[in-house]
């Protein structure tokens, strides 16, 4: 088992910055990928950014903005938000997955990000 637990979240105004963070613990030796959600209230979840087994990956719309990084440990994984906007607003929720045996997936309680003046 895998827990999962995000911390940083908070309102900022439109071009601030925060720094997400994703606190594993348990079997973190058998989580191959790691990825930031977020899901804003009427949409869908959605993939912020990842990485793992293939490097880096950003939705469109983060570009440029945002950076998921990881400490050499692998116990945390961080998402650097700049020049965030009102759209960014959503909570954003840490995933791991672990393709060993019975493929599982791994989900964080989630954190609030809100972007407004």
């Known amino acids: 088992q895998v827990q999962l637990v995000e911390s940083g979240g908070g309102l900022v105004q439109p071009g601030g910055s925060l720094r997400l963070s994703c606190a594993a613990s348990?079997?973190?030796?058998?989580?191959?990928?790691m990825d930031w959600y977020r899901q804003a209230p009427g949409k869908e979840r959605e993939l912020v950014a990842n990485?793992?087994?293939?490097?880096?990956r950003y939705a469109d719309s983060v570009k440029g903005r945002f950076t998921i990084s990881r400490d050499n440990a692998k116990t945390t994984v961080y998402l650097q938000m700049n020049s965030l906007k009102s759209e960014d607003t959503a909570v954003y929720y840490c995933?791991?997955?672990?393709?060993?045996?019975?493929?599982?997936?791994?989900w964080g309680q989630g954190t609030q990000v809100t972007v407004s003046s």
């Open positions: 348990g079997s973190i030796s058998s989580i191959a990928d």
């Open positions: 990485i793992g087994r293939t490097g880096y």
């Open positions: 995933h791991g997955f672990s393709p060993l045996g019975t493929p599982r997936h791994y």
